[in-house]
């Protein structure tokens, strides 16, 4: 069974007629203990459908189940006992700067029935889990950045949900911090087994820890899939923008632009991007053309990575012989994607 349900959710702020749709028939399903990335750019309406998500902002049409129960159906009293299953964090913490760190993580369990020694023991757990037992009694303005997200990310989890939104919970911070950020919301999915839903911009974000993803356009989903798949076959124009980001083999289209030296090529000569897969990221097929086809590679860029456990490549290179069409087409049987790009 799905944890989250969106089905046909259609979010418009105004009229029908003049207002701004931001949300447009989107239909998502996300399975218990995933980490789904939704990624767009500025105004592509992703934030206005996480917060459709805990209904923070009532759909305008469709559907919203989370954990088997149809928010949008829920009067004011009974979905307020329904968003104590879903937390969030937010880019900019929200911390209350007047309370220590303690205090800041007890707030949800506040009304719960807890004595005081269980709320001390459950925030003393979860500063633990963050890495920050030692931070209990300090105050937001002694924290860093990194630190600030640990303390929203441990009073979100004092209610035990079973679903964690992230509205770009890592922009305001710098690479390293992020890194450490992502590998924390990882470790605490894995642990808890907390489904994760990952609002962002940058595809470096859910390359790192998303299990599926969903692209966002002009408020569609235009590209949905497996995280590995969507990288290494992705179909939308915008997709493969946000997926350029992440490489220096785009830099390849520049330098070709410009006229750089550096890909000027001969007659015979051509400059190529090939693109690996699982599949076929280890073999040797760069040495294997070059001995069956008799043709020269000079590799200009290159970029292999793991995407969720799965090797994931390709390079640019200047290819040239007599047998460079043989080449590309013994590459192509191979499963490389092979794209011309300059030819002498």
């Known amino acids: 069974m799905n944890v989250i349900k969106l089905d046909h959710v259609s979010k418009t702020f105004g009229s029908e007629d003049t207002g ?18 939704i990624i767009g750019y500025s105004g592509a309406g992703k934030s206005t459908l996480v917060r459709c998500i805990n209904l923070l902002e009532k759909p305008t049409a469709g559907t919203v189940t989370v954990d088997g129960r149809e928010l949008t159906r829920m009067r004011s009293r009974e979905l307020r006992q329904e968003r104590k299953k879903i937390s969030m964090i937010f880019q900019q913490f929200n911390l209350m700067p007047s309370r220590t760190v303690a205090e800041n993580v007890a707030f949800p369990l506040k009304g719960t029935g807890l004595s005081r020694e269980a709320t001390a023991a459950k925030v003393k757990e979860l500063l633990e889990l963050v890495d920050l037992p030692d931070k209990a009694g300090s105050y937001p303005s002694q924290l860093s950045g990194g630190q600030k997200q640990r303390v929203a990310i441990a009073r979100a989890l004092a209610s035990d949900p079973k679903v964690l939104l992230c509205d770009e919970a890592t922009s305001a911070l710098d690479p390293q911090t992020t890194q450490s950020i992502l590998r924390l919301i990882k470790d605490i999915n894995q642990k808890t087994g907390i ?141 490389v994607m092979v794209e011309v790009l300059k030819r002498g």
Do not use: W
Request: hydrophobic share 45%; glycine share 8%; aromatic share 6%.
């Open 20 to 37: 701004v749709h931001a949300v447009q028939d989107v239909t998502l399903h996300i399975a218990p203990g995933e980490i789904f990335g």
């Open 195 to 335: 489904t994760v839903v990952v609002i962002t911009h940058e595809m470096a974000v859910v390359k790192e820890i998303c299990h599926k993803v969903a692209v966002m356009d002009g408020g569609h989903v235009v590209e949905e899939g497996a995280v590995f798949d969507v990288f290494a076959n992705p179909q939308q124009p915008v997709t493969r923008s946000f997926i350029a980001t992440t490489s220096n083999l785009s830099k390849i289209d520049e330098l070709i632009a410009a006229g750089d030296p550096l890909v000027a090529v001969k007659t015979g000569e051509i400059v190529a991007r090939l693109n690996y897969s699982q599949s076929n990221t280890s073999e040797a097929t760069i040495s294997e053309i070059s001995r069956r086809f008799d043709v020269d590679v000079s590799i200009v860029f290159s970029n292999v990575e793991i995407i969720d456990g799965q090797p994931l490549g390709g390079l640019v290179a200047i290819i040239s012989g007599d047998r460079v069409a043989e080449a590309i087409g013994y590459l192509s049987e191979k499963n």
